[in-house]
């Protein structure tokens, strides 16, 4: 599909995805990349300017959403303040004019599902954020959709609940089995739940793969830096030692750019080392150790270690890497090399 606007601009250009039956897919990337519009064009609630959306096969490029069979929970909960959380689950299916004994059956399983049992007879504003958003995801699940549609749904939980929330969704899945698509900024929201993750950057897919395809083998430098936490360090051969090609197995050419992930940097003795630097902060988060470093060179970049290192700020460190570990992309293309 593509999504273009008079000027010129294209906020989806030539977003071509197959998704599979009871698959969880994840469209992810910065703001303003097109995941969301291509989210809504999914839905049938934003057209496309070229292109056709297929679901179970049926063409639904012009089929109004409410004739879809999808389902969609939304980044703000959008439920109705005077209604109970029952009425609020149970309002589609009223619409629709559903037999009662029908949707009492359908919004207790879901209540149960969704461990609302025993709030049903309560009015959203008595509740916290994470159950607001269970009841938003619950009037979804008793619509028994073919798709579930998730727009940046946890966004505005806090640390905590974002976490028990996605596992919530995560075992939903499990138990429904029904495809979803989850759009998020958040890459370790991406890794944690999708069957198969789309990254998007500039309205254009940049690659389309498992979390760990993504992870060991990114197509670019742009996926190679946006998946991982922290983000993976680049450098010029300049930047590292004087036999950092020998240590790698490879030679290392100017026009090349070298991605080594914080979390493979291993602290060496000199002899050893791909890669040095002058200490500069750590953050020491318990179980592991984030070291903030900068070389000779003036580029910046982080270890994580397993505990803080015992060199003094303004020290010396050397690092060694598995060369398997390492990743060479193009400077000019940024393309995996």
């Known amino acids: 599909v593509n999504k273009g606007f008079p000027d010129g601009t294209q906020a989806v250009a030539k977003v071509s995805i197959e ?22 064009i999914i839905a049938g609630l934003e057209g496309s300017t070229g292109g056709v959306v297929r679901i179970g096969g049926r063409d639904v490029t012009n089929v109004a959403p409410k004739d879809r069979n999808i389902a969609m929970v939304f980044q703000n909960y959008a439920l109705y303040p005077h209604m109970s959380v029952y009425k609020n689950m149970a309002f589609g299916l009223k619409q629709a004019k559903t037999d009662p004994k029908e949707i009492d059956r359908r919004v207790q399983d879901a209540a149960k599902i969704l461990q609302l049992d025993s709030y049903l007879d309560r009015s959203p504003r008595n509740l916290s954020g994470g159950q607001r958003q269970r009841v938003a995801i619950g009037r979804a699940i008793v619509r028994d959709p073919e798709v579930f549609l ?32 989850y759009v998020t900024h958040d890459q370790v929201e991406a890794m944690t739940l999708a069957d198969k993750i789309v990254v998007l950057r500039d309205g254009r897919i940049e690659q389309v793969g498992s979390p ?30 004087n036999n950092a090609g020998q240590l790698l197995g490879r030679e290392l050419v100017a026009g090349q750019d070298v991605g080594l992930r914080p979390e493979h940097l291993i602290p060496v003795d000199e002899a ?20 903030h470093m900068v070389t000779t060179t003036g580029v910046e970049f982080i270890a994580k270690t397993e505990k803080p290192p015992q060199q003094a700020k303004g020290e010396i460190i050397h690092f060694a890497i598995k060369p398997e570990l390492a990743h060479y992309f193009d400077k000019e293309t940024g393309l995996r090399a």
């Not at 742009?222 to 936490?229: D, H, L, P, R």
């Open 19 to 40: 998704i599979k039956d009871q698959e969880f897919l994840v469209l992810v990337g910065p703001s303003g990349c097109g995941k969301s519009t291509t989210l809504r």
């Open 212 to 241: 760990i395809t993504l992870y060991d083998t990114p197509a670019n430098a742009f996926v190679a830096q946006f998946i991982g936490s922290p983000k993976m360090n680049f450098f010029s051969a300049g930047d590292l030692s």
């Open 272 to 291: 050893q080392s791909v890669v040095a630097g002058k200490l500069e902060l750590v953050e020491n988060l318990g179980e592991y150790a984030l070291v």
């Open 150 to 181: 998730f727009d940046e749904p946890l966004s505005n939980l806090d640390a905590a609940l974002r976490v028990q929330t996605r596992l919530e969704i995560a075992r939903l899945h499990e138990r429904l089995g029904n495809t979803m698509i």
